[in-house]
């Protein structure tokens, strides 16, 4: 039985279906520039595609407001536009990490940077909540003033101070710029081949790894986007206390990705497991687990306290899966990992799109926790047959047309 007390001002149900309708025409933008991103950013560098990303989705975030006022339409082109921005992000952002990476250490520098991500999304809806109740120029709309404002500081700071790989770097010295040679291979740290897009097209790890995205970003953008929708109309959640609750799950992914990332590496080096094999356990553990745990949060009752536990538990051992996923592209082909990445993740960005569908059309007529219940069954599906897919057909080592 839903808990009858959620009543508060800010309804989240008169926005949820024009939010979950904006969230998709984000992801189908991010998805448009996922592999032209990829190849500019390990041809070109990463620098100013990764920063003019961050600086485009700040100065969006900072119109959203006034075009929200205006008309739907300049609201939805903003989304786009925004969307075409973020689709840049993430395969720039591997094309820098693997010429500033040593092989060895790819796994914990992957679940650094992508802590970054939890460490976002908890500041985010910790802050969003409350600006919204209390927050400058009518609540809600300060929300995106303050994030859009950080964003073009960290833009900023992120042009003066990044390079495309330590060769570029005109203040790096002549110690460490050998060293980067050596754990990194000169030819890995300077060259830019032809892509062998024949290849990466028919490599089976290759489209093991994006159906595995599919799932990593499906169960993401669950938790990111509509988690706070099923605390509010479920359990009966303010908007304070609901971003208080939906920051308490990434606490637990944040700290997860960092030991994993640890465990991982030390797993897989000289004299114990191999990566390939280390690649598929954790990828095994995190879908299995996080598939039992997302399930069990539909039939806790209203119990805030033991649904809240659930979805951490799901969202920290997920994250092993975004892990697995995130630094397999640098396993198969460095040099081609923006590419490839590109790629996997443009495909994984169908579940960005799916996944807020399936949970407009599944909870659509009354937002109950048997509806819910279904999204959770369905999401828990998707988790085994990509999780059987990679451990099947994945890979963790270099590929042949790597070089």
């Not at 949820?16 to 041809?43: K, S």
């Not at 908890?122 to 909540?129: Q, R």
Request: with cysteine; glycine share 10%; net charge neutral.
């Amino acid at each position: 039985m839903e808990d009858p007390s959620h009543t508060d001002s800010g309804s989240v149900e008169k926005i949820a279906a024009p939010t979950l309708q904006l969230h998709v025409t984000n992801a189908c933008a991010v998805w448009c520039l996922q592999v032209p991103a990829g190849f500019a950013a390990d041809r070109f560098g990463g620098k100013w595609l990764f920063g003019g990303s961050v600086l485009l989705s700040s100065v969006v975030a900072l119109l959203t407001p006034a075009a929200a006022r205006i008309h739907i339409g300049l609201l939805t082109s903003l989304r786009v536009l925004s969307g075409l921005g973020d689709g840049v992000m993430v395969p720039a952002m591997f094309a820098l990490i693997a010429r500033w990476s040593a092989p060895q250490y790819r796994s914990i520098v992957v679940s650094l940077v992508f802590s970054g991500m939890d460490a976002g999304i908890f500041t985010g809806f910790l802050l969003s909540g409350v600006l919204c109740d209390y927050g400058f120029a009518g609540g809600w709309p300060s929300v995106f003033y303050v994030f859009g404002m950080v964003g073009c500081l960290c833009s900023g700071c992120w042009f003066f101070l990044s390079y495309n790989s330590p060769q570029t770097h005109p203040r790096i010295s002549t110690a460490e710029l050998d060293y980067w040679k050596k754990v990194i291979g000169a030819g890995d740290l300077e060259s830019h081949p032809q892509t062998p897009w024949r290849d990466i097209f028919t490599s089976v790890p290759v489209w093991a790894l994006a159906v595995t995205f599919f799932a990593v970003v499906w169960l993401y953008i669950l938790f990111a986007s509509c988690l706070p929708l099923f605390m509010h109309d479920v359990l009966g959640v303010n908007m304070t206390r609901n971003g208080e609750l939906s920051t308490i799950p990434f606490i637990g992914s944040l700290l997860a990705l960092t030991v994993t990332g640890v465990l991982v590496d030390w797993l897989r080096s000289p004299g114990r497991l191999s990566t390939t094999f280390v690649r598929k356990l954790v990828c095994v553990v995190g879908f299995t687990v996080s598939g039992i745990a997302i399930v069990s949060a539909g039939y806790v009752g209203c119990n805030r306290t033991l649904v809240t536990m659930a979805i951490s538990v799901a969202v920290a051992i997920a994250s092993l899966n975004y892990l697995t996923a995130a630094a397999n592209p640098l396993d198969l082909a460095p040099l081609h990992a923006g590419k490839i990445m590109g790629l996997t993740y443009a495909f994984g960005n169908l579940g960005a799109i799916g996944g807020p569908l399936a949970v407009g059309a599944l909870t659509s007529e009354q937002s109950t926790r048997s509806e819910w219940q279904r999204v959770f069954f369905l999401t828990a599906a998707i988790n085994a047959v990509s999780g059987t897919a990679f451990v099947v057909f994945g890979s963790g080592e270099r590929q042949s047309w790597a070089d």
